[in-house]
C-alpha cells in the first residue's frame, strides 16, 4: 500500500463550482498534515494546515479524520487561478520530520 | 515575505561529473530539507538537517550524494558522479524550529545529466 495515495484525477470543474477529493495515509504514527499545491514544473507551496478539527481558509475547507487516516480537501466558489495539482502531504516526526508526498490531484477549473 | 532561493535554476551535466546545488533558506529557520521530483512522479525526500548534522536520510541519499552547510547561509547538495537517473527537479526546503512543522520550498533546480 502506499503511503500517501491520492486520486490522480483530473478533476475537471466549472468556474464557481465546489470541488472535494481526498487522501489516505497508511502511518497511523503521521502526526502533521498538509494540503500543497503545485503547478507545472514549480515548487510545492504551502496551502494549509489540517488540524484534527478541520481548518478553513477562505474558500478552503480542510478535514482530518484520524480514525479512518484519510485528509480532505474542498473547494469553493473554484477560480481559474485554483487549477493545479493538490499534494497531500503527511510528517511524521518519528522520521526527522520528513515529508511523504502523494502523487497529486489535478484539478482544472474552466470557464 | 522571506523565501527559499535556489541556483542554479537550470543545470546540464554529462554522467560522471560532480554538480552543487545551492540553497539559501529562510533566515530564521534552522531545519533544512533536500527533496526530488523526476518528470512526471511524486515529490521524494532526500535528507535533512539540523544543527550541522544529517538528521535522516533516504535510501536514494547514498554515497554519491553529501551535504553541507558551509557558512551561516547556504546549504549544498553535492552529487559526486552523476548519473543519467539522477536526472530531475532537486528543491530545497527550509523549517522554523520548534512546533512549526510546516516546510517552505525553494524554486528548485533542473538537473539534466547527458
Known amino acids: 500500500r502506499k503511503e500517501v495515495e491520492q486520486d490522480p484525477g483530473p478533476f475537471n470543474v466549472p468556474e464557481g463550482a465546489t470541488v472535494a477529493f481526498n487522501c489516505t495515509y497508511s502511518n497511523s504514527a503521521s502526526q502533521s498534515f498538509f494540503w500543497y499545491r503545485q503547478d507545472c514544473r514549480k515548487e510545492p507551496k504551502l496551502l494549509m494546515s489540517v488540524y484534527s478539527s478541520g481548518n478553513e481558509d477562505g474558500r478552503f475547507t480542510a478535514q482530518l479524520n484520524r480514525a479512518s487516516q484519510y485528509i480532505s480537501l474542498l473547494i469553493r466558489d473554484s477560480k481559474l487561478s485554483d487549477s493545479a495539482t493538490y499534494l497531500c502531504v503527511v510528517n511524521s516526526r518519528a522520521a526527522g520530520n520528513k515529508l511523504t508526498f502523494g502523487g497529486g490531484t489535478r484539478v482544472l477549473v474552466k470557464p | 515575505e522571506p523565501e527559499v532561493t535556489q541556483t542554479p535554476s537550470h543545470q546540464v551535466t554529462q554522467m560522471g561529473q560532480e554538480v552543487i546545488l545551492r540553497c539559501v533558506p529562510i533566515?530564521?529557520?534552522?531545519?533544512f530539507y533536500w527533496y526530488r521530483q523526476i518528470l512526471g512522479q511524486k515529490v521524494e525526500f532526500l535528507v535533512s538537517?539540523?544543527?550541522?548534522?544529517?538528521?535522516?536520510k533516504s535510501e536514494i541519499f547514498d554515497d554519491q550524494f553529501s551535504v553541507e552547510r558551509p557558512d551561516g547561509s547556504n546549504f549544498t547538495l553535492k552529487i559526486r558522479s552523476t548519473k543519467l537517473e539522477d536526472s530531475a527537479m532537486y528543491f530545497c526546503?527550509?523549517?522554523?524550529?520548534?512546533?512549526?512543522?510546516?516546510?517552505?520550498f525553494g524554486p528548485g533546480t533542473r538537473l539534466t545529466v547527458t
Open positions: 533566515s530564521n529557520h534552522l531545519y
Open positions: 538537517f539540523y544543527n550541522n548534522e544529517i538528521s535522516e
Open positions: 526546503a527550509s523549517r522554523r524550529s520548534g512546533a512549526s512543522y510546516e516546510q517552505y
